[in-house]
Each structure stands twice: as structure tokens, then as C-alpha cells.
């Protein structure tokens, strides 16, 4: 059995002005990186419109209807843009996520890393930001509860910004674990730790700026890990960032591609502990090319390893 891998070329579509840095090159980068890799490649669906509408209501995704443009693009806030391609884009990256919950809980994969752009752990239920439209990995985790009858979920997001899109959308829920290591203070603004959802079930562990691969790990084995064995999750979701690496131009954490394979590995054993090894993961931030291409293929290798194993 291999890891899916999950893309479409309609996230080459969403096109951002020049020199923003969520930039079509992003998707090649990932690409590049992972060609070599024996993987089983999907396509992603288009979302079905009630997964979506399980975490965002109708009137977000109308209003977004209403904002795209037929050419060229249109400013959303200051850090995010709609161009024509970009609503065929976000349905796309949610279809995916889904996608990969389906294949991954069918028995039809062990774990599957999800290739898409534009992220979605910033968009909120009704506030598109940083970059963020649809919260994918939120939506992901609501399909497998609602359509696949689990009862316990875990989010894990170590993208170098908080997820307060993600956090918005499940932390009325009690059924979902969401653990989000970040830097602080840093956009948004969010993620204190004392911000503990409906049921204990928001783990924040903010990171000071300059924070290397040693004291991410300490925070990891601290904070998250512990909370994760307790919650006994029935299926991980990660939301894969890459801006927390060293060469990132957005941020100051200092991790390098070995510490993206430590975590991976660390959430891979949690998942063959107490779910049947079911991973899936979400591509979220990486800005500097080079360092997302390298860190996504020290991600996937040890997913795809898994499935050897």
C-alpha cells in the first residue's frame, strides 16, 4: 500500500499579483520534489457542497461566488486575492482533503498528503484571510465524524502561523483535539495558550521567535504529544506548513527539513498506536522554494516509509 498523493492542476490557476509569496511556484516546488517518490497519485475532487457547508455557512461561500473575478484579480483584505481560477481552486482543495479522508478510513490507503493550494488554516467561518479561503482541514475532520461515524479527531499544525481559521471552525466541538505550535507574536495575532476551546480541546503552544528544531521538539513532546496519547485519537490530520524552516522569508522559527521528519515520524507512531496507523495530511504555508520542496519530501518520505512498514 503507498501514500496518495493528492493534487490538481487547477491550483496552477490561482493566480496572486507579482511578488506575493503564495505564488503558483509553490505547487511546482512540491512537485519537483516529490516526483521521484513511488507514490499512488490522485486527483482531487471538487468539494461536495455539503462538506463544505458542515464548518462555513452558505452566505461565506456566496459571498465568495460573488467576489470572483472573470480577469485578472481582486483584493479580498491586504494579504488575500481571488483571480479567475481561484474558486475552481479552494472547491478543489477541499474536494481533496476529503478526498484523502475517504481513501485513508476505505482501507484504500494507510496515510495521504494532500498537495494543494491555496492553504486554509487562517480562513475563519466567515472571513477569508492570510492567504485562506475554505478551512480544508477542518472540513476534512467534520466529514470524517459526520459521514464516517468517528468519534475522535486530532488536528496537528506545526505551519509556523497559528491556525485561527481552523481553531474558529472546531473548538465548539468536542470530538476534535486541534494542537497548533507557532510562532508568537506573529500573524495573526492569535493562538495564546490560554485559549482552551468548549472541552479542553484547543493545545496552543506559542513559540518564541528564533525557537530551533531542539525547542520545537521540547514543545512537542510537552505539550502536544502527551495531550494526543490521552485524546486516543481515531484519525490525525496534520496541517503541514513548511514557513516554520530556517530559510523562510515570513517568519523567525530556525527549523530545518529533519525536524518536519521528527514530527511526522512522532504523529505517525501516535497514529499506529491508537488509529490503525490513519494519517492524513494537509499542505498549508512554505514560502522559501527551495526549503518547501525539501521540507514536503522529508514530510512525504516518512509517510510513504510508513506504508512499507
Known sequence: M???????????DHVTPPGHPEQVARMDAVAQALAEMDLNRVTAPMA?????????????LEALRRAAPAEGWVSLDADTHMSSGTLAAIWRCAGGAVRAVDMV?????????VAMRPPGHHAEKTTPMGFCFFGNVAIAAKHA??????????????DVHHGNGTQDLVEDDPRILFCST???????????????????????VPLAEGT????FRRAM??????????????????????????????????????????????????????????????????????ALGASAAAHVKVLRERCDG
Not at 478510513?105 to 498528503?113: R, S, T, V
Not at 507557532?182 to 496552543?204: C, F, K, M, W
Not at 530551533?212 to 525547542?215: L, P, S
Open 212 to 215: 530551533d528544531g531542539a525547542g
Open 145 to 158: 465524524l459526520d459521514h464516517h461515524g468517528l468519534g475522535r479527531v486530532a488536528i496537528v499544525d506545526f
Open 48 to 60: 461536495a457542497e455539503d462538506d463544505v457547508l458542515r464548518v462555513h455557512p452558505r452566505s461565506h
Open 221 to 290: 513532546n510537552d505539550h502536544v504529544l502527551p495531550r494526543l496519547r490521552d485524546f486516543k485519537p481515531e484519525l490525525i490530520l496534520m496541517s503541514a506548513g513548511f514557513d516554520a524552516h530556517a530559510a523562510d522569508p515570513l517568519a523567525g522559527l530556525e527549523l530545518v527539513e529533519d525536524d518536519f521528519a521528527w514530527i511526522t515520524a512522532q504523529l505517525c507512531d501516535l497514529a499506529d498506536a491508537f488509529c490503525a496507523g490513519r494519517v492524513v495530511s494537509c499542505l498549508e504555508g512554505g514560502y522559501d522554494l527551495t
Open 182 to 204: 507557532h510562532q508568537s507574536p506573529l500573524y495573526p495575532g492569535t493562538g495564546r495558550a490560554d485559549e482552551t476551546g468548549v472541552a479542553d480541546n484547543v493545545i496552543n
Open 2 to 12: 503507498k501514500t496518495v498523493l493528492i493534487t490538481h492542476p487547477d491550483c496552477l
Open 105 to 113: 478510513l476505505g482501507g484504500d490507503a494507510q496515510n495521504a498528503f
